[in-house]
């Protein structure tokens, strides 16, 4: 079992509407999670980080995390042409982070 | 200008070569970290350092190395016996137990 895992897509969205990506994660002892958008070619940019139960957002983008599930999940509302990128999922624990493999979002016009 | 630099953007290795890829940041970051990424897949983590003069192995190490002698610079050489070295590779930085924010990255090729 990897220790981040997120559907590795394409997940295909159409231009104004409500993108839904999910990570799940095996660690209990996790603290920290952040989601990373990557475009082609390019390094990761960090859009969202959470440490607490709940919901977070942040302009277009919202992030939850449900502990007790072992479950994080990023919206993006208004889905925008922009938007298309591979989204990265990562865990910190016990000082480092784990990245997910990421999911392909395709936002189509 | 602050941030995260990485050098050089491209690099070509021979069979049986070592080379060391660089890693500079000029945000105060105490935490350091190198990552792996190979086509279609995600980060997966070399080494990190949360301290000067200290770092730990991450999931993939072997055939490479790493130094911290300053807080500034975490530099990554790959060993010749890394045998499969060729993949994008990011060298990020943070605070400890806090997001990391990531360089340009440096393209490595076995040719």
């Known amino acids: 079992q990897k220790e981040v895992e997120q559907n590795s897509g394409p997940l295909s969205v159409p231009e104004g509407a409500i993108a839904s990506l999910n990570c799940t994660y095996s660690?209990?002892?996790?603290?920290?999670f952040f989601w990373y958008r990557q475009y082609s070619g390019k390094s990761p940019e960090l859009i969202m980080f959470i440490y607490s139960n709940g919901d977070k957002e942040d302009g277009r983008f919202t992030a939850q995390l449900n502990k007790a599930s072992q479950y994080v999940s990023l919206l993006i509302r208004d889905s925008q042409p922009s938007d298309s990128a591979t989204y990265l999922c990562a865990v910190g624990r016990a000082s480092k982070i784990i990245f997910g493999s990421g999911t392909r979002l395709s936002i189509r016009p | 200008d602050g941030g995260i630099t990485q050098s050089p953007k491209y690099l070509f290795r021979k069979e049986g070569q070592n080379v060391t890829l660089s890693c500079e940041q000029n945000l105060n970051h105490d935490a350091m970290y190198w990552y792996r990424q190979d086509p279609g897949q995600g980060l997966r983590l070399i080494y990190y350092s949360q301290i000067v003069n200290d770092f730990q192995k991450g999931d993939i190490a072997e055939g490479y190395s790493v130094s911290r002698e300053k807080k500034e610079s975490f530099p990554l050489t790959v060993t010749s016996a890394q045998k499969n070295p060729t993949a994008f590779y990011l060298c990020g930085s943070g605070g400890v137990n806090t997001e990391a924010f990531f360089g340009q990255g440096t393209r490595l090729t076995v040719v």
């Open positions: 660690d209990r002892g996790s603290q920290s």
